[in-house]
């Protein structure tokens, strides 16, 4: 039995994981988990870098008190954020969160002032979104930022965690593929783009391919930790990617859904999709396992649902939200969706749904504009969004089959909210075709899977895939 430590980090919370592989199996233990809060900090929104590489230290102390014998460390992340370094290897301040609203504007002006729109996606093929890599740096530069300036690495958030831990600066592939920078054609970044933010090549790290050893603990980690001096493998370290790489799939004849605060929905390709019909639909060319491409579509997923359930204040007992008490089970709140009858629809990604003051509001406000029925009841609120998310799935499933050579005939569905078999339901309702719920899990299974087979235990994704397949229970909606 061999064991790998997956630490995954997500936009609310982290946890560390230990896969066990006995050959023909993978077995899961959550090991240590903790919340990672955005720092509202001088009109801006951050993250706590360190607080992250703290909570990793906590779990490999945990590792030596339990005796486990680590083969390897993996680290999976979100996409678009970085961290500044300078040339002694110090953090230079907190890294910019992505839904901080500074990149407002950005593209915008990007695309006057730099290089027009059409040109950056033939160079990326990457789907247009504020918080991308590029304007989040592009705002930083006009802004005269002397953390930028002062930086002698850019690296992205895991790409971060592995230089703190290890000394090694390294550019992981899947997780560059999202910054709107990586050039699919050539497998780097794109040298010109660079330039319009006043940057080189030499301010990233090298550029690895999931399944490469990035380093090994330092000394001074070692010493922190009582442990020796274990590897980092650079897995799939853009979440998605490491969750896609655990889609227990038979053939290519699938759609995957990664289901979480966001839903990323999309197909794997041998190669990139950049044409006038990908470029009109906005959809996006993300790195995946092997070389293969993730052509996706990213949309807003649960947070439009976690947003209103904070708003109702759920309590252990339940509580009163105007006259209605809201069920404190996630559960529970889901299955209300079966006890409304309201059939009015929001689309999710409609800007006024990203950061809204209240979430509540943002969607009565779009009943108004769109002369439906306004929800009244938590339950109706619940219908709307699920029937929603949907109905949004369905419409780029089609699109999906308009731009690809695949014959979508299931839809895998990835991630946390594959668990929530209301809203499978109705996917599988909106869509026609089975719905494959799980692994749930999926994000730490690729990270982990990645490692066993960087030590060379399995050879291929096939193989891969059909470890999962024996490893967990899935669930099927029609």
């Known amino acids: 039995m061999t064991h790998y430590l997956a630490v995954d980090l997500g936009a609310t919370s982290g946890r560390t994981v230990i896969a066990s592989f006995d050959g023909e199996r993978v077995t899961m233990r959550e090991f240590t988990r903790f919340e990672n809060p955005q720092l509202p900090l001088a009109g801006h929104i951050f993250w706590d870098l360190p607080h992250l590489y703290n909570e990793i230290l906590r779990a490999l102390r945990l590792v030596k008190t339990e005796g486990l014998q680590l083969q390897s460390i993996g680290i999976d992340t979100w996409g ?42 033939e160079r990326t093929g990457i789907q247009f979104m504020p918080f991308n890599s590029l304007f989040q740096l592009d705002t930083l530069h006009r802004a005269g930022s002397t953390t930028l300036a002062n930086a002698s690495k850019i690296l992205f958030i895991p790409d971060a965690l592995i230089y703190m831990l290890t000394g090694e600066a390294v550019c992981e592939y899947t997780v560059a593929s999202t910054s709107q920078m990586l050039n699919p054609n050539t497998g780097d970044l794109d040298t010109k783009l660079l330039q319009t933010l006043g940057l080189t090549r030499n301010h990233f790290g090298r550029l690895v391919q999931p399944g490469e050893r990035a380093g090994v603990l330092t000394p001074q980690v070692q010493a922190a930790t009582g442990l020796a001096a274990i590897p980092i493998v650079a897995v799939a370290s853009h979440d998605t990617a490491s969750a896609v790489a655990a889609v227990p799939a038979e053939d290519a004849n699938f759609a995957y859904l990664s289901c979480g605060t966001w839903s990323l929905l999309g197909v794997e390709s041998p190669t990139p999709i950049i044409n006038k019909d990908s470029y009109a639909n906005n959809f996006t060319n993300e790195g995946g396992l092997d070389h293969t491409t993730r052509f996706l579509k990213n949309i807003t997923g649960l947070w439009i649902f976690e947003q209103c359930r904070k708003e109702w204040t759920v309590s252990n007992e339940g509580v009163k939200s105007g006259k209605y008490v809201v069920p404190s089970d996630v559960n529970e709140l889901n299955a209300l969706s079966l ?52 109905a949004r799935y369905a419409e780029v499933i089609n699109i999906l089959r308009d731009l690809t050579d695949v014959d979508i005939r299931r839809l895998h569905v990835i991630g946390g909210g594959s668990r929530n078999e209301y809203l499978m339901q109705f996917t599988a309702n909106a869509l026609g075709i089975p719905v494959i719920a799980g692994p749930q899990e999926g994000t730490a299974l690729g990270n982990a899977l990645v490692q066993v087979r960087a030590q060379g235990l399995v050879k291929t994704l096939a193989e891969m895939r059909a470890i999962i397949k024996k490893s967990i229970v899935l669930n099927t909606y029609e």
């Open 80 to 121: 678009c954020d970085f961290a500044f370094f300078d040339k002694s290897g110090q953090l230079l301040g907190l890294p910019y969160c992505y839904r901080d609203p500074h990149t407002d504007g950005t593209m915008k002006h990007y695309f006057t002032e730099q290089m027009p729109q059409h040109e950056v996606y």
């Open 339 to 390: 006890t409304s009858t309201c059939d009015s629809l929001i689309a999710p990604d409609d800007p006024r749904f990203a950061h809204p003051a209240s979430m509540t509001a943002a969607i009565c406000d779009y009943m108004t504009e769109t002369g439906q029925l306004q929800p009244e009841s938590p339950a109706d609120y619940v219908r709307v969004i699920f029937r929603s998310l949907a």
